[in-house]
Each structure stands twice: as structure tokens, then as C-alpha cells.
């Protein structure tokens, strides 16, 4: 991936930023159109929970393969046109998983999204780090991240908004998202008209260091600590949120389909406001990696208390989306500051791979115990081994986020607890 460089302050980055986040807004709706038909799909044509777990499990398997070589295609092409061809095979993908018939092509479908899902997202962000000067690509990439939560709050809260295609089956919703990827495609193409006519015009150019695989051994222990936390928090709110939970809600809680949309929604829904304001404090105050330990507590919790109580879905609805505010906002910033510029590529790329395995797994496993449980709903007990599943994950995510405390409240930190901004890395 291409390190942010000092670009010219031109009106049209806010241009820029606009469309890629239409982009990457439509990616997100896309990735999470399963979770809303998942009970249509169980009803109307069968599937088991482990089907409709492979459906998301499978979009992973690509950034396995190609995560570590994305950075280098984007170097390579251009972030401009790497997003226009990302995009086009998201459409081909999510025109195939509506299409949806016999199983295997919606596995197909999902696989090729897949693709297109794991590079729009680094490419998007590169060209915004092209557009924007060093002073104000951490606002630029706060806004990229909140504004493709508006993709999944959309999705999410459709069984409301667009519940007339609902009513007439699983397909129409897919094709739906399909619509709103070819949206996404229009988008990525104003901004490679754009990136094409005026910044190449000018002569910008990027480079990156030459990759080495064994750099990938030279991370110290904070490193290796917050990946823990990137790839153990990603393999527990991802796979709920966007394959389980909605059902869930219908099954365990008595929800209708388009309540427990709604309700999934508005995790997504808080994001979008939240993460920014948390980046901001996070700069303001410091105790990153505190703040990593208080939002990762919050995802247990959250199991607990849904599973164990009878509280209103209102208090795990909160739970889980400040911490999926939290969480995020300082993250990624954290992971640059622990990682040297010239090595953040590599560092990404791995994080990024073996987040995807863990999605991948933990959607198999999830869906697994479900059947093994024959969970459903005439027998919403059979859900209790999943949510078993995912408090122990999670109790590891916070076990790595607070060795990563711990470690960084110690002389050998990286200064992730100053309440002030760091320009250089020493990992």
C-alpha cells in the first residue's frame, strides 16, 4: 500500500472522498445482504445454517490469497484504477449471488465478491491518502470509515425500507444489492475520470518499498498483540452481525424480520456519528490501548447479557455499538503508529489475511454448532452453543487488548497512551 503523501490541497479531494465513499458505502450493503434474507433462505429453499454461514464465510477466502499482494497491484495500476476494476467484479459477483440458482453459484457469486470486497476497500483508502496532505488525511480516512457504515446501516435496516421486495422472496433483496454495487461501479468511475484527468495530469506519482517476507519477523510484541485484537474482534462481530443475528432476533427474541433489521441497524447506525468523535478523543486524551481494552469488554458483555438475561435487546443493541465505534476509530490509527512507515504495507497486508481466515473459520464454526444445536425456530435454545462461541473468542480479543495495554504502558511502548500525535513509528 502506498504511504500517504503531502498532496495539493484541491477542492475536488472533497470530490474525491465523496464518490469513494459511495463506492465503499455499496461494497458494505452488498457484503451484508445474506444476514437480512438468511431466514428466507432457510424457509423458502431449504438452506441449513451451514450453508447460509458458507455464504459469508467464502467472501474471506480471497483476501487469504491475495491481501498481502493488494498494496503491490495498487502501486502497480493506480489506487483509481485497481477501485474501478474491484468494483466491476462486484457487480459480476452480486449479480450471480441473486441469480442464486443451483446453490453453488451463490457460492460462486459470493467467492467473486469477495474479490472485489477485500481490494475496493485498501484501494479507496490509498487514493484518499493521495488526495489529501498528511495534516488531513486522519479526518479524510475517520470520514471514509464512518461514511461506509452508511452501506450496512442501509442494508441492514432495508427489511423496513424496502420491504416490498422482501415480501415477494429471498431474490428480489439480492438483485436489490445488486442494483446498489452497479451504483457503487458509477461512483468508482467519476473517480477514476477524475483521478485520470487531474491528479495524474500533474505528474503525481507514488512508490513503496520493495516487499520481504521476512520483515514479517521483525515485528515486536505490540504488533503481534493488536493483530490479535484486529483478527479475534473481527471473527466475532462480523459473523454475528451480518450472518446470525437478524435470525437470531426472529428466532430467540420474537422479532419480525423487519424489527430485527432494525434493530441490527442501528449498531451500524451509531458508527457512522461515533467513530470520528472517537478517533478525535483518542488524539485528544491518549490511552489508546485503554481505549482498545474498554471497547472489546463491551463484546463479551454484550453475549452475556443476551444470552443470560432478559433484558431489552436495547442494551446489547448500545453495547455492541459503542464498542463497534470505539473499536475501529482507534485501531487502525493505533496499528500505524506501532508499525514504521516503511514497513505499514506488510503490516496491513497480514493483519488483513488472517482476519479474513478468522472470518472464514468463524462463520463455519458458528453455522456448525447452530445445526449440531439444530437451532431454529422451533427450537431457539439451539442457539445458545453459537453465543457460547463467540463470548470465548471475544474473551480472547480482550485478552490481547490487554497484554497490548500492558506492553505499552511500560518503557517499551510506542506512545499509544500520549495524548498527543506521533509522526514516526520505531517498529
Given at each position: 500500500m502506498q504511504a500517504p503523501r503531502t498532496a495539493p490541497a484541491s477542492p475536488l479531494r472533497w470530490l474525491v472522498l465523496a464518490v469513494a465513499a459511495i463506492a465503499v458505502s455499496s461494497s458494505y450493503y452488498e457484503s451484508d445482504v445474506i444476514g437480512s434474507v438468511a431466514d428466507l433462505l432457510g424457509r423458502q429453499r431449504g438452506f441449513s445454517q451451514s450453508q447460509i454461514g458458507m455464504l459469508n464465510a467464502v467472501m474471506a477466502y480471497p483476501n487469504v490469497a491475495l491481501a498481502l499482494i493488494n498494496g503491490v497491484l495498487i502501486d502497480r495500476f493506480g489506487a483509481a484504477r485497481m477501485s474501478l476494476w474491484a468494483a466491476a467484479i462486484g457487480v459480476a459477483g452480486a449479480a450471480l449471488t441473486a441469480f442464486g440458482q443451483p446453490y453453488e453459484t451463490m457460492v460462486a457469486g459470493r467467492f467473486l465478491f469477495g474479490i472485489s470486497e477485500g481490494a475496493i476497500f485498501i484501494a479507496l483508502l490509498a487514493g484518499i491518502a493521495q488526495w489529501f496532505p498528511r495534516t488531513g488525511i486522519a479526518l479524510a480516512a475517520a470520514l471514509y470509515l464512518s461514511l461506509a457504515r452508511v452501506g450496512s446501516y442501509a442494508e441492514n435496516s432495508s427489511p423496513v425500507w424496502a420491504h416490498s421486495a422482501f415480501e415477494r422472496g429471498w431474490q428480489a433483496p439480492l438483485w436489490l444489492g445488486a442494483g446498489i454495487t452497479v451504483l457503487g461501479l458509477g461512483a468508482a468511475l467519476v473517480y477514476y475520470c477524475i483521478d485520470r484527468r487531474y491528479r495524474a495530469a500533474a505528474g503525481a506519482a507514488v512508490g513503496s518499498d520493495r516487499f520481504a517476507w521476512r520483515d514479517l519477523l521483525k515485528f515486536d510484541s505490540s504488533y503481534w498483540y493488536i493483530l490479535g485484537v484486529h483478527v479475534l474482534y473481527a471473527a466475532?462481530?462480523?459473523?454475528?452481525?451480518?450472518?446470525?443475528?437478524?435470525?437470531?432476533?426472529?428466532?430467540?427474541?420474537?422479532?419480525?424480520?423487519?424489527?430485527?433489521?432494525?434493530?441490527?441497524?442501528?449498531?451500524?447506525?451509531a458508527a457512522i456519528f461515533a467513530t470520528p468523535l472517537f478517533g478525535l478523543l483518542a488524539d485528544r486524551l491518549g490511552h489508546r490501548a485503554l481505549m482498545l481494552v474498554l471497547g472489546t469488554v463491551l463484546l463479551p458483555l454484550s453475549f452475556v447479557v443476551l444470552g443470560v438475561t432478559t433484558y431489552s435487546l436495547w442494551v446489547t443493541t448500545v453495547m455492541i455499538g459503542v464498542s463497534w465505534s470505539l473499536v475501529p476509530a482507534v485501531i487502525w490509527p493505533a496499528t500505524t503508529l506501532i508499525v514504521a512507515p516503511r514497513r505499514l504495507g506488510s503490516a496491513l497486508g497480514l493483519i488483513t489475511l488472517i482476519q479474513a481466515l478468522g472470518i472464514a473459520l468463524s462463520n463455519h464454526a458458528a453455522g456448525a454448532l447452530a445445526d449440531l444445536a439444530h437451532a431454529g425456530a422451533r427450537n431457539p435454545a439451539g442457539y445458545s452453543a453459537m453465543l457460547?462461541?463467540?463470548?470465548?473468542?471475544?474473551?480472547?480479543?480482550?485478552?490481547?487488548?490487554?497484554?497490548?495495554?500492558?506492553?505499552?504502558?511500560?518503557?517499551?511502548?510506542?506512545?499509544?497512551?500520549?495524548?498527543?500525535?506521533?509522526t514516526h513509528a520505531v517498529a
Open positions: 466475532v462481530f462480523f459473523p454475528f452481525r451480518q450472518t446470525f443475528a437478524v435470525e437470531y432476533f426472529q428466532h430467540v427474541k420474537g422479532l419480525t424480520l423487519q424489527q430485527a433489521g432494525y434493530f441490527n441497524s442501528l449498531v451500524f447506525l457460547w462461541f463467540f463470548f470465548l473468542i471475544s474473551l480472547l480479543a480482550l485478552s490481547s487488548a490487554l497484554l497490548l495495554w500492558r506492553r505499552e504502558a511500560g518503557p517499551e511502548g510506542h506512545g499509544l497512551e500520549d495524548a498527543r500525535k506521533l
